[in-house]
């Protein structure tokens, strides 16, 4: 049987480097798009690649970016993809405020590029396109929990863009009869997840705490909740979806709902330290209140513990930074994923329990090796916001 052939824009983020892995596992030919830089980017899928010299390689990489539309047009006549999956984006909310344009322009109209390539190549019958749509999409919501049917309100530039996105997929398949299909993916993270996101900001501070490599993390809006699952569950509901002899668009969420506060909280209680909050608002401070001991031992080590103990009730962890916080702000996402669960037969493996497990074990032992190195007098990498 010919091996199907797949196309994965942002195939360097987390989505495209489970996706990848996924599919080569099941068999497939896997293109991938990165963007040029100076320095290689390909940290999230090193273990995957294979050297151009190798013949009948299964993952083979492209330069390319969304706002190039000959770029990307070439690339898809070349691979002649049986499946795209368009994951590639200016994917954090606050920063697309500062960058409205370049955002509407790679997340918005670089969906429209995928299309019309696909269109114009004569691919509709065989190319099958996946978008990945996402929960900001309902921004300021109309209805609790979200479905495929509850209307949109975007508050932020990326938002809006991919709102466009979304739409412009839905014509597409109606206009030309396209199978080309949406992903309304709530939060999805992972040990993977860029640094930057709230969810690894907080469990890579956890882990740098705990281990003395740092005094407080400084987050914004704690209030806000958001429907937190595993991305390694959530590429398998894309792969589902163009599985689908009918192209359609699925909401891909947990149906559970939790303040960022609380995620701070798990993260914590990973590595045996309890915090307690006071105050409110951006005067709200978190405190390390207690310590099981016998958790921090394993979890993070005997060694740190003194250090740790020296903090209980003094300086704060958590702190709250103003500059953080979103022009337009949004409260509340919780998916209702009954239709995905009863088309697809999705059913995520990880809670959230176990997602907050997985990234604290992995950043506690990432963090480790830094202390390591730095104790050994050895450069580590910072990371600035």
Known sequence: MTQKVALITGITGQDGAYLCEFLLKKGYIVHGIKRRASQFNTDRIDHLYQDPHIENRNLVLHYGDLTDSMNLTRIIQEVQ????????????????FETPEYTANAD??????ILEAVRLLGLTEKTRIYQASTSELYGLVQAVPQTETTPFYPRSP???AKMYAYWITVNYREAYNMHASN?????HESPIRGETFVTRKVTRAMSRIALGMQDTVYLGNLDSKRDWGHAKDYIRAMYLILQQDKADDYVIATGITTTIRDFVKMAASEAGLEITFKGEGADEKGYLSAIDETVFTEKVGEQYLEQMKARINAEPLVAVDPAYFRPTEVDLLIGDPTKSKTVLGWEPKYDLAGLVEDMMQSDIKLMKKDCYLQEGGYRTLNYFE
Do not use: Q, W
Not at 81 to 96: C, F, G, Q, T, W
Not at 183 to 187: A, C, D
């Open 183 to 187: 992903g309304i993916l709530f939060n």
């Open 158 to 160: 990326y938002a809006v």
């Open 108 to 113: 918005g109209v670089g969906t429209l590029r």
């Open 81 to 96: 993809p049986d499946e795209i999956y368009n994951l590639a984006a200016m994917s954090h909310v606050k920063v697309s």
